[in-house]
């Protein structure tokens, strides 16, 4: 049974091959720090290259806003800080053992075959270490004299990438050349680059291009919402003229860009670029780019344009209209009477700059009222209203109102209304006979119906008679219509309150001839007077009583003759309806229409010659009951009810096999026709009573003429005698 081999103390390995192992540990250890120095000093030297010249690039091109300049500096202080955190301080700050950099040189030399790691290990670290394991003396002591029989074959340039770090290192060296280069070739740029980045100062780059906008005072232009924006650049032509500029914005999320046309030639030293943004809503911000130029952060701010909150039209009426104020609605055309002074007022939306109304003349603006915030007007700003007057308004104007809120906004829809002076118009006169055709007894009374009015106001109306006669000149008599007291724009006369002109007073003869006429004269107090209208005249013969009748009873006849027609048309329908196979009532319905319409006319006609028979005196008992309740009555009864009636029964669906309502309908019909007949009956009667009247009529004719004839032949013989002597 073999024992083990008893642990081997490390003294018993020689001092020198220990410190021989140390050194080589030691110099390595240096070469790592100073390569961690220099690769993060090459790093800082590149990242402060880059941090220069993409400031500059971006500061260059695009020229931001102080914020973003501030962004970029405190990115580029973080971003060293970081690296010099991350790439020195961490690795110095980080103890590399001993083992690991005997590693490093065993992978760079293969020959030591692990003797330095275990130098380290077994040798080194077990020295300086509690550690009790057992190891073979004799084994170590040979790995031992084995490293350090190694050792002078190190070459400790070739343990690290030498080339990577020293190109590292040119980098960066070379990037804070171009640095110091660019100081010293172009101290201005470095100069404005640390005014700009460093210093937050707003000095713009030089450029060989410059782009102005002019309508952006501060970069800002407010404009009207919905509206058509020409967006206008110009290009200072002292300097290089772009031959493109581009403006970008962004609309509803969506970036967007456009070619700015070019505008003419160039003048005054700037050639002009546009592009018209079409129904502008919302805010707008935009840059344009032409050649080196750019104009950044350049605001469309859309605002609401003024419009009128009230529009009020104030007149006051002219003196012949009784003077008063009146409001007239506003509209397109507004009427007021002619002679109004007119007031107008208008309010505003908005708070107002400015605001004008004015109307046109001879095709051209002429200013009514305006109003303007100036240096000694500073509280125009709240005031939201501005008003014009136009006195004794005649003809017509076209008022237009203008509106520029503190915005500089103008309103986009059109104001305007036309003001008419509407001039006073003439009355109307609207007036007929009532029960009185074209001839008149001497004891007749002309009633009057109809209705007399005025625009504003009537002052009077008269009726004016003239008589004329055979073997005199024409006299007229002119009376005032007590009703028309003055003022009221409307007289009526209506058929149960007529105006009556009473004919006995006049002392007529039979053959003189009436005109009747009426007058009406308004209020208006212009120029050429009051209106006077003079309405129609009606001409009317005096004639006899017996003429009267006669004319009076031909209108019957030829009335009786038309109802004979009617009762035929509906007889003859009757009969077709009952004798028809396949009957047809819509047939004997038209008649029946038909006939309900003629009966009213005739009813009424019926009714106007018992008025007439009135009207001249001549109304007896008889005719009363005969014109009036045997016939006009009973025909008006006819056509209000009996015959609409059958009209409706015949519009019931009735089939050919419906022989009881075929039946109903033709026991209705012969009694309309019975009423009808019997009405004609009266007529008949009204015809033989008539025959009567018109013997008698010859017979006074004829004793007329007895008479006559009796003193012709006395006179005959009185001029006899006279001879005679």
């Known amino acids: 049974m073999s024992h083990p081999t008893a642990p081997t103390p490390v003294s018993a390995i020689e001092p020198a091959q220990l410190r021989a192992v140390r050194r080589l540990l030691a110099a390595v250890r240096r070469r790592v720090g100073w390569w961690i120095v220099v690769e993060a000093a090459a790093l800082v030297g590149l990242a402060v290259a880059g941090i220069f010249w993409g400031s500059l690039l971006v500061d260059r091109l695009l020229e931001p806003p102080a914020w973003v300049r501030v962004g970029m500096v405190a990115g580029g202080v973080a971003g060293l800080l970081w690296i010099a955190r991350r790439k020195l301080v961490d690795r110095i700050r980080t103890r590399l053992s001993s083992r690991s950099l005997a590693l490093l040189v065993e992978r760079h030399h293969p020959a030591f075959h692990e003797s330095l790691v275990t130098t380290v290990e077994l040798g080194l670290e077990r020295a300086s270490s509690t550690r009790s394991d057992p190891v073979d003396a004799g084994l170590l002591a040979e790995t031992v004299a084995a490293a350090v029989e190694q050792l002078p074959t190190v070459r400790l340039r070739g343990l690290f990438r030498g080339r990577e770090l020293s190109t590292l290192l040119f980098s960066g060296l070379m990037a804070l050349t171009t640095i110091a280069a660019c100081v010293a070739l172009s101290p201005d740029t470095a100069s404005l680059w640390l005014r700009r980045v460093v210093l937050l100062d707003d000095t713009p780059w030089p450029r060989r291009s410059r782009l102005v906008a002019t309508d952006f005072p501060?970069?800002?232009?407010?404009?009207?919402?919905?509206?058509?924006?020409?967006?206008?650049?110009?290009?200072?032509?002292?300097?290089?003229?772009?031959?493109?500029?581009d403006m970008r914005w962004q609309l509803s999320g969506a970036s967007r860009s456009a070619r700015m046309g070019r505008r003419g030639a160039p003048a005054d030293g700037l050639q002009l670029y546009g592009h018209v943004i079409e129904s502008v809503s919302e805010d707008i911000v935009f840059s344009v780019r032409g050649g080196d130029a750019?104009?950044?952060?350049?605001?469309?701010?859309?605002?609401?344009?003024?419009?009128?909150?009230?529009?009020?039209i104030d007149y006051t009426l002219p003196d012949y209209l009784g003077g008063g104020q009146r409001r007239a609605a506003a509209s397109g055309i507004v009427q007021v009477p002619q002679g109004s002074t007119v007031n107008i007022v208008c309010r505003s939306?908005?708070?107002?700059?400015?605001?004008?109304?004015?109307?046109?003349?001879?095709?051209?603006?002429?200013?009514?009222?305006?109003?303007?915030?100036?240096?000694?007007?500073?509280?125009?700003?709240?005031?939201?209203?501005?008003?014009?007057?136009?006195?004794?308004?005649?003809?017509?104007?076209?008022?237009?109102?203008?509106?520029?809120?503190?915005?500089?906004?103008?309103?986009t829809q059109p104001i305007g209304f036309l003001l008419s002076a509407r001039p006073d118009e003439s009355p109307q006169v609207a007036m007929q006979l009532h029960g009185v055709s074209t001839a008149v007894t001497t004891a007749a009374r002309v009633p009057?119906?109809?209705?007399?009015?005025?625009?504003?106001?009537?002052?009077a109306i008269t009726i004016d008679v003239e008589r004329e006669r055979p073997d005199a000149s024409p006299q007229t008599e002119t009376r005032p219509v007590p009703r028309c007291r003055g003022g009221e724009p409307l007289v009526e006369f209506l058929a149960d309150n007529p105006?009556?002109?009473?004919?006995?007073?006049?002392?007529?003869?039979?053959?003189?001839?009436?005109?009747?006429?009426?007058?009406?004269?308004?209020?208006?107090?212009?120029?050429?007077?009051?209106?006077?209208?003079?309405?129609?005249?009606?001409?009317?013969?005096?004639?006899?009583?017996?003429?009267?009748?006669?004319?009076?009873?031909?209108?019957?006849?030829?009335?009786?003759?038309?109802?004979?027609?009617?009762?035929?048309?509906?007889?003859?329908?009757?009969?077709?309806?009952?004798?028809?196979?396949?009957?047809?009532?819509?047939?004997?319905?038209?008649?029946?229409?038909?006939?309900?319409g003629e009966t009213g006319e005739i009813a009424e006609a019926f009714a106007m010659i018992h008025l007439e028979f009135d009207n001249n005196s001549l109304l007896t008992a008889e005719l009363d009951t005969r014109l009036l309740s045997q016939i006009a009555m009973p025909l008006a009864d006819l056509a209000e009810k009996d015959l609409p009636a059958l009209v409706a029964k015949t519009r019931v669906p009735m089939t050919a096999d419906d022989t009881a309502g075929r039946q109903q309908l033709v026991t209705q019909t012969d009694l309309v026709l019975t009423k009808l007949r019997a009405v004609l009956d009266r007529m008949m009667e009204l015809e033989t009573f008539n025959e009567v009247v018109d013997l008698l009529r010859s017979a006074i004719s004829a004793q007329e003429e007895i008479r006559q004839e009796t003193r012709d032949t006395e006179k005959e013989r009185a001029r006899a005698l006279l001879e005679d002597l």
């Open 218 to 245: 501060n970069g800002v232009r407010v404009v009207a919402r919905g509206s058509d924006v020409d967006v206008v650049v110009a290009a200072d032509t002292s300097m290089l003229v772009p031959d493109v500029v």
């Open 294 to 312: 750019r104009l950044d952060g350049l605001r469309l701010e859309v605002v609401d344009p003024p419009a009128l909150s009230e529009l009020t």
């Open 349 to 411: 939306t908005k708070p107002l700059q400015a605001a004008g109304i004015s109307e046109l003349v001879a095709g051209e603006p002429v200013s009514l009222a305006v109003v303007e915030q100036n240096e000694t007007n500073a509280a125009m700003s709240a005031v939201q209203m501005i008003e014009a007057s136009l006195p004794n308004l005649t003809g017509e104007h076209a008022i237009s109102v203008s509106l520029i809120d503190t915005d500089g906004i103008a309103n």
């Open 448 to 459: 009057l119906v109809g209705r007399v009015s005025d625009d504003h106001a009537l002052a």
């Open 499 to 596: 105006e009556v002109v009473e004919l006995t007073p006049l002392e007529l003869a039979v053959g003189d001839t009436l005109r009747i006429w009426m007058t009406a004269r308004d209020t208006a107090a212009l120029a050429d007077g009051p209106h006077v209208t003079q309405g129609d005249a009606w001409s009317l013969a005096v004639v006899t009583p017996a003429e009267l009748a006669a004319m009076l009873e031909a209108r019957e006849l030829l009335l009786r003759r038309r109802f004979e027609s009617v009762l035929a048309n509906l007889t003859e329908a009757r009969d077709s309806f009952e004798s028809a196979e396949k009957p047809l009532a819509a047939r004997l319905g038209q008649a029946a229409a038909r006939a309900g």
